[in-house]
């Protein structure tokens, strides 16, 4: 059985976390926050903004917890998931000293924030199908290893990673194995959430940026060991959540059916974006998508990419990545975009 404290930065376990006035008292002759008692200058918002929002995210956590049948002690709240990402490697790495490791083509925001934080991180690539080879990764000085970023379905390549690689890796390696599922919902939304009582170092992070549509509101959540749940609490800015968002969130949580008509029909959609991209002559791959995006192959995506933009047609250029030459990155759409986007795709090929 894994360690936990032993993998945390010792200044970090033996924190003693700020006590915020709310984390006390919600209710009563609130006189203790240097509120303004007055109220908001926005008069008719029933939030009572003027108030500063619960620390401890209990309604949010109560509510992700009831929605997808998990203890809400597992449930850490974060200003979308990009947040928490920073929040787990300050947690666990020490700067200069320990390692992430990430596996290539993925999201650059492990990268970036390991290189804000002074952690070094170790690059491993995806094999031809974009799965780990996990064989290959763990001959490798795992040593200094503290934390692992797994993104599945992986951007930008859209496609899920095994689980049985994910659960072997996490019981081999004595570090942190965090699993950025941004793009769950289209793909399983139960996927790995049961294997969070069996495995204290995975930590799975979700977020409301995508399936739910609310990437305005940041909002991103952590299902983890209710003792890294803790550790998230104890460094966070107080009150990282705001009242907005905890509205807005609470509310959405009431609106499920919404969100599943919608998944149906981004599903839908791809689809239909897969079928005309493969036959389009010019196109040398379409990789197939788990998530709400599809990554595929042209001869020169710099040009490609640059003439859709003078039509006005934005889509990501992600050549210059490991191992994605000529590869661009389309978000599905709704049937118009989709359809304006082939036509005009076709047209520059
Ligand atoms: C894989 C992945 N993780 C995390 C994020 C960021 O999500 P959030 O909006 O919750 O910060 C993104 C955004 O594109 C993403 O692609």
Redesign the pocket.
Known sequence: MIDLEKLVRPNILKLKPYTSARSQHLNGLLLDANENAFGSVIEDDNLELNRYPDPTQIKLRQSIGDYLNINQDSIFCGV????IIELLIRIFCEPGKDKAAIFEPT?G?YKVVCDIQGVDTKSFELDNNFQINVDQFLIQELESIKIIFI?SPN?PTANFINKKDIIHLSEKINGIVVI?Q??IDFFDERELLDEINNHSNIVL?R?F?KAWGL?GA?F?FAVADSFIVKLLMNIKSPYNINKLTENIVLRSLKKIDRKNDILVKIKIERDYLTEELRSINGIKNVYTSDANFILFKVDNADKIHEKLINKGIIIRNRSNQLNLEGCLRVTVGTHEQNQKFIKELRAVL
């Open positions: 979308g998931s990009d947040e999201y925001m993104c951007n950025d941004a793009y992070l977020t940026s990437a940041r991103g």
